[in-house]
Nanobody, 120 residues
């Protein structure tokens, strides 16, 4: 069983930055995959970025490439999402995710979500 708790959301102006953090409890094995997803009002939840706990391989949605960076601290069981050059369309609830296999085919665990609002 894995529990995830996010923090770091808030209100930011367009062009600003935020850093989201997620701390996991329970066993996080080396072949897991951690990630961030987001869901805007009236839209489906979408993948933002993922990182494998083993080799640190990353994957990003095209809409955030070059602006967002995902990273992890395996010792602390934490995963981060550095978000730069934020746009109003980045407004959403951001969810931390843990999948029990590196390719996403395992069991999903989710955090409760943290709101990110980009507005002037």
């Amino acid at each position: 069983q894995v529990q995830l708790v996010e923090s770091g959301g808030g209100l930011v102006q367009p062009g600003g930055s935020l850093r989201l953090s997620c701390v996991a409890s329970g066993s996080i094995l080396s072949f897991y995959r951690m990630g961030w997803y987001r869901q805007a009002p009236g839209k489906q939840r979408e993948l933002v970025a993922t990182i494998t706990t083993g080799g640190g391989s990353t994957n990003y949605a095209d809409s955030v490439k070059g602006r967002f960076t995902i990273s992890r601290d395996n010792a602390e069981k934490k995963v981060y999402l550095q978000m730069n050059s934020l746009k109003p369309e980045d407004t959403a609830v951001y969810f931390c995710n843990c999948n029990t296999y590196w390719d996403g085919s395992g069991v999903d665990y989710w955090g409760q979500g943290t709101q990110v609002t980009v507005s002037s």
